[in-house]
């Protein structure tokens, strides 16, 4: 009951739980040793000399008392905290030997050196071919590796970007250009067609330019004929943009009529509405041009050595 009241009145802040023996032989040392004691000690005696009294060999220093009466207590506490120590060892150690003697002793009895052997000889045996086939695997993807870096001047580890990153950058910029393309073209189309004909575009825009940024990486290749293909993806990715820019561009103003004409506010809008778009393509250019190492082919045939390494290490 007096357990429960104490816990009660700790947890309420009346009252505080009490102290371990340790938690007291510290709490004594550092009172002890602090700079605190040391600078009233040395208060006191210059207090002392002060007053006319000199403090010859033999003579008690003013402060001794009190620093006797705190050294026994830490003393004492210490004394507390080794005892509780040794009993709690001794605890463990008569455990350990009561393990050692009962429990302990009759499992590892039962179980042989030649047994344990046998065991791991038979899932050694079950295991190999497996392994033997990884290695061998592993061996040819290094090799092929090693070729392809020598043949390419390659003297460096591939670039492993994080592809998931792209998609969330991408997926983002489509969002922003649909929004944006549907705020205009709500002005010229009835909602939902014109929310089709913004997603629509958007998407055209930011997937098709990360899939040409991703393939403008074959403009590193050592190929002149590769490397010729590859800057071609540039030209691409530009009649890409402005196309979407002017196709956008033509439906609002032939959604207009004849009275509607190229009016400053249209022409406003559609250089904005293009502007937009330029600026999400070639953010998504250049985010499909750093979705793998910037040589063609170095980065999954890096990867398929690392899967089969880890493959090798887990098993």
Not at 85 to 101: K, P, W
Not at 175 to 196: G, T
Not at 214 to 224: A, G, M, Q
Not at 296 to 310: C, D, I, K, N, T
């Amino acid at each position: 009951m007096k357990s429960i009241l104490r816990k009660i009145a700790e947890f309420f802040g009346f009252s505080s739980a009490p102290k371990s023996a340790r938690e007291e032989f510290e709490e004594m040392f550092r009172l002890v040793s602090s700079q605190k004691r040391l600078d009233e000690c040395s208060k006191m005696a210059f207090q002392a000399i002060q007053k006319g009294g000199a403090l010859a060999n033999g003579q008690t220093h003013p402060y001794e008392g009190t620093l006797k009466a705190e050294c026994i207590k830490a003393d004492a506490a210490l004394s507390a905290h080794r005892v509780e120590e040794l009993t709690r060892t001794f605890g463990d150690a008569s455990y350990l030997i009561a393990q050692v003697h009962g429990g302990a002793g009759a499992q590892l009895a039962e179980a042989s050196a030649h047994a344990v052997e046998n065991q791991i000889a038979a899932n050694i045996s079950q295991n190999t071919p497996a392994a033997d086939r990884l290695k061998e695997k592993l061996v040819e993807k290094e090799r092929e590796l090693h070729i392809f870096k020598g043949a390419n001047g390659l003297q460096r580890t591939a670039e492993q970007p994080a592809k998931l990153n792209v998609i969330y950058y991408a997926l983002t910029f489509a969002v922003i250009e649909a929004i944006a393309n549907f705020w205009f073209l709500k002005q010229s189309f009835f909602p939902p067609v014109a929310l089709l004909i913004a997603l629509a575009l958007a998407g055209l825009n930011v997937g098709g330019n990360v899939w040409l940024g991703n393939r403008y990486r074959e403009k590193n290749h050592i190929d002149t004929g590769r490397s010729t293909a590859g800057k071609r993806n540039f030209i691409y990715a530009v009649a890409l943009i402005l196309g979407i820019g002017l196709v956008i561009a033509w439906a609002r103003y032939d959604s207009q009529g004849p009275q509607g004409g190229l009016s400053s506010n249209f022409l406003i809008e559609s250089i904005v509405l293009m502007a937009i778009g330029v600026a999400l393509g070639i953010l998504a250019f250049t985010k499909g041009y750093g979705m793998d190492d910037p040589f063609p082919g170095f980065g999954p045939l890096s990867r398929s050595v690392e899967a089969l390494q880890g493959g090798l290490g887990s098993g």
